[in-house]
Antibody, heavy 119, light 108 residues
């Protein structure tokens, strides 16, 4: 059964760039037609889909975030990553990585990592 | 953006009872592109249903999804102790994919 694990700083200063990595284990990130997603959850806005990267490298982002978001994939390390620039307190949330068997929904999730934006 | 409104916000029931959760969409969710997730405190959401009515792998048959258009329902036929949690609907008919605000099923 595939497992996903987020990693990265838990504290980011305002205006800086948030960077997180998701490591996929018990399965190849390029071994199937899966979509690799980032989703966040905060008390104010609930669950919010950020974007996905396909195993081929193509990406699609939430239009509300697309000017600040970049998702990349490193098949040699079985990882994919999120970069969110110019962060504010509104970006404080638990960030999840998740696998989608299609581009639309998510059947495996990481445990989540809390990122706080504060000076 | 399609807005999903879930009701009730909180449902207080006893084990063995039937739970009916609603998810209303601000626009038609075409092709029943709707999923349901369960989330317990401190854990990630778990996929229960996709395509409005198809159960995900390993999900017990006491969970069932139904509906079309703008009105969808998740039914838990007989609540087990492990079913007390928060439930979210998610639409993927229109970008961006969006989630409802959640319905909490708590022990009465």
């Amino acid at each position: 059964q595939v497992q996903l694990q987020e990693s990265g700083p838990g504290l980011v200063k305002p205006s800086q760039t948030l960077s997180l990595t998701c490591t996929v284990s018990s399965g190849s990130i390029s071994g199937g037609a899966y979509y690799w997603n980032w989703i966040r959850q905060n008390p104010g806005k609930g669950l919010e889909w950020i974007g996905y990267i396909y195993y081929s490298g193509s990406t699609y982002y939430n239009p509300s975030l697309e000017t600040r978001v970049a998702i990349s994939i490193d098949t040699s390390k079985n990882q994919f990553s999120l970069r969110l620039s110019s962060v504010t307190a509104a970006d404080t949330a638990v960030y999840y990585c998740a696998r989608g068997p299609t581009r639309y929904y998510y059947d495996s999730w990481g445990q989540g990592t809390l990122v706080t934006v504060s000076s | 953006e399609i807005v999903l409104t879930q009701s009730p916000a909180t449902l207080s029931l006893s084990p063995g009872e039937r739970a009916t959760l609603s998810c209303g969409a601000s626009q038609t969710v075409s092709s029943s592109y709707l999923a349901w997730y369960q989330q317990k405190p401190g854990l990630a959401p778990r996929l229960l249903v996709y395509g409005a009515s198809s159960r995900a792998t390993g999900i017990p048959d006491r969970f069932s999804g139904s509906g079309s258009g703008t009105d969808f329902t998740l039914t838990i036929s007989r609540l087990e102790p492990e079913d007390f949690a928060v439930y979210y609907c998610q639409q993927y008919a229109g970008s961006p994919w969006t989630f409802g605000q959640g319905s909490k099923v708590e022990i009465k």
